[in-house]
């Protein structure tokens, strides 16, 4: 839950969130970065997730050969500088999407349950409805048995 928050406040907040991920990582505090949230699949369905954020897989390390059109790019800037602007841009990006989705999941939550609980309100509200109408007609006919009693006993 993000409690008051509101999410025009999620960009600044991804932003600082990023900086500090970014600084533990090349200081060594941090190996790998995860995140765990409710992927928002629709109305009725999130699911739980964890999802490595960083560092991203490196093809050579997934078994997949780079392909042969990539190899001999030369990259200006660096690749170093390329990663090192990019990199903060995929990370923001990505958890303000996460952050986005967990706040449609909990709106669909609230909807779902507010719309439970109206349901549950208008079946109360029949179920009494008709034991008030029962307790009416009941009311009526002893009314009208005394009335056609009365007017036997003149």
Do not use: W
Not at 20 to 34: F, P, T, V
Not at 138 to 152: D, N, P
Request: glycine share 4%.
């Amino acid at each position: 839950s993000h409690g008051d928050l509101k999410p025009s406040e999620f960009p600044k907040m991804v932003a600082e969130l990023v900086q500090e991920l970014c600084n533990r990582y090349e200081s060594g505090d941090l190996d790998e970065i995860y995140l765990a949230y409710n992927h928002f699949v629709n109305t009725l369905s999130q699911d739980p997730t964890i999802e490595k954020l960083f560092p991203l897989t490196d093809l050579a390390q997934s078994g997949a050969e780079e392909p042969e059109h990539l190899v001999d790019f030369v990259y200006e800037p660096d690749q170093g500088t390329i990663l090192s602007e990019i990199l903060p841009l995929f990370l923001r990006t990505r958890l303000h999407q996460v952050f986005l989705e967990s706040t449609a999941g909990e709106h669909a939550a609230r909807m779902t349950a507010m719309d439970a609980a109206s349901r549950n309100a208008k079946d109360v509200i029949d179920r009494l409805t008709l034991e008030y109408n029962r307790a009416r007609q009941a009311a009526i006919t002893t009314e009208l048995t005394e009335i056609v009693s009365g007017a036997e006993a003149l």
